[in-house]
């Protein structure tokens, strides 16, 4: 039993005493224990050292008593499980030195060998479920196909990932291959997070609103669909879906429990949208950059806005790596002292 589940009752629909709260992107660079770490250990060391990966993703449940944990991890392991070979680098960010961009490649992937590349996930996720004394829930984690495209076919981070969507357009027939391909190996990866002990996950769909509507329709929605499918009966799962206004209807007949937002969405809007589905969200991340006391405003304007129950206080995006701890400890303090 978990202590602390208001975040699992709240993604059952069920009433809680004060609205649950965590951060997107929680374990990293805002902590300056995180950047000690960072020091001595490279990412990938990081990620798959269970001692590590369980230190790196307690630190927020203890430093800022959010009521979740999530697995520290990163999507691109799945282009690894695929056969890519992937680089995190200092102020870079992902670097995928042969980007895929024709059928030879695609050929060659291996969503069958998930497993055993990523073997290291059972262990790390046992160890943060076994770290955390099952004080809060652990959440795991995967990006949506669409996201996973955008790097494995761009090579790297991008404004507008104009050469993965050229290549949808070019080669519609290869980008549906490469999809199916990663919808496998993702699901066969949140299997592994299960089986691990993971009690809830998180799609993170960050460049969904790249495209418009009906591309979204052809290459994202679809993939996602086969994955929540492939997982809910287990676990609740939330689908962040960056920039995805439009998709809100479309996202709740996913059959998963809860839809992340990002902060240019209005919460009357998604209610309308998506409606009764639980909300999570949705500050712009940039907000933690001000006065505490903006930060304090902010965050009861956007309790107020979402109103009583069906939601999750969290940011439009991930926490900034520049954000003053402080304030993020404004933000979640706020949203507990806060009552209907
Ligand atoms: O705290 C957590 O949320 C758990 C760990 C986590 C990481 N990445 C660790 C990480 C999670 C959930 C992610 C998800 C992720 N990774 C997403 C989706 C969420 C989003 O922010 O949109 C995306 C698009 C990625 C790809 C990725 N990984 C990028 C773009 C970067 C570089 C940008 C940056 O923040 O530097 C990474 C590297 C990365 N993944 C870091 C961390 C903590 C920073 C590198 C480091 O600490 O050395």
């Known amino acids: 039993m978990i202590k602390n589940d208001l975040l699992i009752r709240t993604l059952r629909k069920e009433q809680t005493e004060r609205t649950p709260v965590w951060f997107m992107r929680q374990a990293g660079r805002y902590l300056a224990d995180y950047r000690a770490l960072r020091e001595k250990h490279s990412f990938f060391e990081r990620v798959r050292n269970p001692e590590l990966a369980a230190a790196i993703s307690v630190m927020p449940v203890k430093q800022l008593g959010v009521d979740a944990a999530i697995l520290f991890s990163d999507i691109l392991v799945v282009a690894q499980a695929l056969g890519v070979d992937v680089e995190i680098l200092e102020g870079k960010g992902p670097i995928i030195a042969e980007p895929i961009r024709n059928q030879k490649q695609i050929v060659v992937l291996h969503p069958e060998e998930t497993e055993e590349v990523l073997a290291y996930a059972i262990?790390?996720?046992?160890?943060?479920?076994?770290?955390?004394?099952?004080?809060?829930?652990?959440?795991?984690?995967?990006?949506?196909?669409?996201?996973?495209?955008c790097y494995m076919v761009e090579g790297k981070g991008s404004r507008d990932f104009s050469k993965a969507k050229q290549f949808c357009y070019q080669h519609p027939d290869l980008a549906g291959q490469l999809l199916d391909k990663i919808t496998e190996s993702s699901i066969r990866y949140l299997q592994m997070q299960i089986t691990a002990g993971v009690d809830v996950l998180q799609i993170f769909d960050s460049w969904g609103g790249l495209l418009s509507p009906s591309d979204y329709k052809k290459l994202s929605?679809?993939?996602?669909?086969?994955?929540?499918?492939?997982?809910?009966?287990?676990?609740?799962?939330?689908?962040?879906?960056?920039?995805?206004?439009?998709?809100?209807?479309?996202?709740?007949?996913?059959?998963?429990?809860?839809?992340?937002?990002?902060?240019?969405?209005?919460?009357?809007?998604?209610?309308?949208?998506?409606?009764?589905?639980?909300?999570?969200?949705?500050?712009?991340?940039?907000?933690?950059?001000?006065?505490?006391?903006?930060?304090?405003?902010?965050?009861?304007?956007?309790?107020?806005?979402?109103?009583?129950?069906?939601?999750?206080?969290?940011?439009?995006?991930?926490?900034?790596?520049?954000?003053?701890?402080?304030?993020?400890?404004?933000?979640?303090?706020?949203?507990?002292?806060?009552?209907?």
């Open 123 to 149: 262990p790390t996720t046992r160890a943060v479920k076994d770290s955390l004394e099952n004080e809060v829930p652990l959440i795991g984690f995967c990006g949506s196909p669409w996201t996973l495209l």
């Open 221 to 340: 929605l679809p993939y996602l669909g086969k994955i929540v499918k492939a997982v809910e009966s287990f676990v609740p799962v939330i689908l962040f879906a960056k920039g995805c206004w439009y998709a809100l209807e479309a996202l709740k007949e996913t059959g998963a429990s809860a839809v992340g937002l990002d902060w240019t969405i209005q919460p009357a809007f998604a209610r309308m949208a998506a409606g009764e589905m639980v909300l999570q969200g949705n500050l712009d991340p940039v907000v933690l950059l001000g006065p505490a006391n903006y930060v304090e405003n902010e965050t009861i304007s956007m309790l107020r806005a979402f109103g009583k129950g069906n939601h999750i206080a969290n940011l439009g995006h991930g926490v900034l790596p520049e954000t003053p701890f402080e304030n993020a400890k404004v933000f979640v303090e706020t949203v507990k002292n806060f009552r209907f």
